[in-house]
């Protein structure tokens, strides 16, 4: 069944037209990688996905619902399936560890200190951190600080999660660290998993399908021995990363 379809997305900031006719189903348990260039709008998709953007023309259902035409009350009940790992770490600086993940927990739930602690601990060790609840962001390096991003995420126990480029600006072997984890906690939690990257070797190594996003659309989908065989000029420019061929820079 699918969890997530997405149907004819449009979405335009002035002049720039940036999703142009998106269409695209995640099935239920299933991880999907979403590739493409700088600026092609992916960021822009997976805020539309959690209700923080409208679309101009378009809808997008969960489990069948459509989130577009929901009332802000029912969308913010919606909104409680979901997870949101967002480009950059994103703590907030001036909180530490525990209530960085703590915050979350706070406006959704209506848990007590302890049940709060126990949370915040078991998922900060799902992620292989320990003893770092009083640590402030600026003491972690970059690939704990993507942890504790991604910690965050499992606290609320989603059942989707949003993860946007979650392995760039770190060196290869922390990247990979991040994308066997992904699979671990797709795997633990059963969740469905929409992740955003330009990291081909991530992507080949969490993906059950890719989807290409190129000039407002989905190009291609298919599954990573199918978008590794392709006969798509374009993907397969991205794919080897080759500034030649038909890619446009605009
Ligand atoms: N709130 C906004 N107002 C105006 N323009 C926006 C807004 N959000 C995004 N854009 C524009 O939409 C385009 C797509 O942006 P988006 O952040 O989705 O790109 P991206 O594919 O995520 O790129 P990157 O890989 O660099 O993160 C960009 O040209 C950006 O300037
Ligand atoms: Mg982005």
């Given at each position: 069944?699918?969890?997530?379809?997405?149907?004819?997305?449009?979405k335009?900031?002035?002049?720039?037209?940036?999703?142009?006719?998106?269409?695209?189903?995640?099935?239920r348990?299933?991880?999907?990688?979403?590739?493409?260039?700088?600026?092609?709008?992916?960021?822009?998709?997976?805020?539309?996905?959690?209700?923080?953007?409208?679309?101009?023309?378009?809808?997008?259902?969960?489990?069948?619902?459509?989130?577009?035409?929901?009332?802000?009350?029912e969308?913010?009940?919606?909104?409680r399936?979901?997870?949101?790992?967002?480009?950059?770490?994103a703590?907030?600086?001036?909180?530490?560890?525990?209530?960085?993940?703590?915050?979350?927990?706070?406006?959704?739930?209506?848990?007590?200190?302890?049940?709060i602690?126990?949370?915040?601990?078991?998922?900060?060790?799902s992620?292989?951190?320990?003893?770092?609840?009083?640590?402030?962001?600026?003491?972690?390096?970059?690939?704990?600080?993507?942890?504790?991003?991604?910690?965050?995420?499992?606290?609320?126990?989603?059942?989707?999660?949003?993860?946007?480029?979650?392995?760039?600006?770190?060196?290869?072997?922390?990247?990979?660290?991040?994308?066997?984890?992904?699979?671990?906690?797709?795997?633990?939690?059963?969740?469905t998993?929409?992740?955003?990257?330009?990291?081909?070797?991530?992507?080949?190594?969490?993906?059950?399908?890719?989807?290409?996003?190129?000039?407002?659309?989905?190009?291609?989908?298919?599954?990573?021995?199918?978008?590794?065989?392709?006969?798509?000029?374009?993907?397969?420019?991205?794919?080897?990363?080759?500034?030649?061929?038909?890619?446009?820079?605009?």
């Open positions: 069944m699918n969890h997530i379809e997405i149907v004819n997305l449009h335009s900031f002035g002049e720039k037209k940036v999703l142009r006719g998106v269409n695209l189903t995640v099935k348990g299933e991880t999907f990688v979403v590739i493409g260039g700088s600026g092609t709008g992916k960021s822009v998709l997976m805020k539309h996905i959690v209700g923080l953007i409208k679309p101009d023309k378009g809808d997008i259902f969960v489990d069948g619902e459509s989130i577009v035409k929901m009332s802000k009350k969308l913010l009940k919606k909104m399936k979901f997870a949101y790992v967002f480009q950059g770490a703590l907030f600086d001036s909180l530490n560890i525990r209530e960085n993940i703590a915050f979350g927990l706070r406006r959704f739930f209506d848990y007590s200190e302890d049940e602690s126990n949370i915040v601990r078991e998922s900060l060790e992620v292989g951190l320990f003893d770092v609840e009083q640590k402030m962001p600026s003491e972690l390096s970059g690939g704990m600080k993507k942890r504790v991003g991604l910690a965050r995420a499992i606290a609320l126990k989603p059942e989707i999660i949003l993860y946007d480029e979650p392995t760039t600006g770190l060196d290869p072997v922390m990247s990979d660290a991040i994308s066997r984890l992904i699979n671990q906690i797709s795997e633990k939690y059963r969740v998993s929409i992740v955003i990257t330009h990291d081909m070797k991530s992507a080949f190594t969490i993906a059950d399908r890719i989807g290409m996003l190129y000039q407002g659309e989905i190009i291609e989908t298919g599954t990573v021995e199918e978008i590794k065989n392709t006969s798509n000029l374009i993907l397969k420019q991205f794919i080897e990363g080759s500034s030649e061929g038909p890619i446009q820079f605009i």
